[in-house]
């Protein structure tokens, strides 16, 4: 999957994000491609997930965070939304708790 993001970003796109459903997500950026594990949690409802995911990774890359970091973040929000019921918003303490056991690695690709 990591092999096919950095063709994607070859065309042009800066960075690439694939989603894994519970075992995390791929980037693929300009510096490297990373992997973060997705957190333990209790799945309640993946509805918005996936919106939570992109939007946790956005916000990190505009406030100038490394991919790495960035990824991390994006997997926390996805897991935090995904361990809510139906569309609940999880608090910030519970996003601190989700990033203490989420960690991003670079990928030899």
Same mark, same amino acid.
Request: hydrophobic share 40%.
């Given at each position: 999957? =990591?092999?096919?993001? +950095?063709? !994607?970003? +070859?065309?042009g796109v800066?960075?690439?994000? *694939?989603?894994?459903?519970?075992? %995390? =997500? $791929?980037?693929?950026?300009?510096?490297?491609?990373?992997?973060?594990?997705?957190?333990? !949690?209790?799945?309640?409802?993946? *509805?918005?997930?996936?919106?939570?995911? *992109?939007? %946790? $990774? *956005?916000?990190? $890359?505009?406030r100038g965070?490394?991919? =790495?970091?960035?990824?991390?973040?994006?997997?926390?929000?996805?897991?935090?939304?995904?361990?809510?019921? %139906?569309?609940? !918003?999880?608090?910030?303490?519970?996003?601190?708790?989700?990033?203490?056991?989420?960690? =991003? +690695?670079?990928?030899? !690709?």
């Amino acid at each position: 999957m =990591a092999k096919e993001a +950095r063709a !994607i970003q +070859r065309e042009g796109v800066q960075y690439v994000c *694939v989603s894994l459903g519970g075992d %995390g =997500a $791929l980037l693929a950026g300009p510096d490297g491609s990373y992997f973060a594990k997705a957190p333990p !949690i209790q799945v309640k409802s993946t *509805v918005g997930s996936g919106d939570s995911m *992109v939007a %946790g $990774l *956005v916000a990190a $890359l505009a406030r100038g965070q490394s991919p =790495a970091e960035a990824l991390r973040l994006a997997v926390a929000c996805g897991s935090g939304t995904a361990a809510r019921p %139906g569309t609940e !918003i999880f608090s910030h303490n519970d996003l601190d708790e989700l990033l203490q056991t989420t960690e =991003a +690695r670079v990928l030899d !690709i």
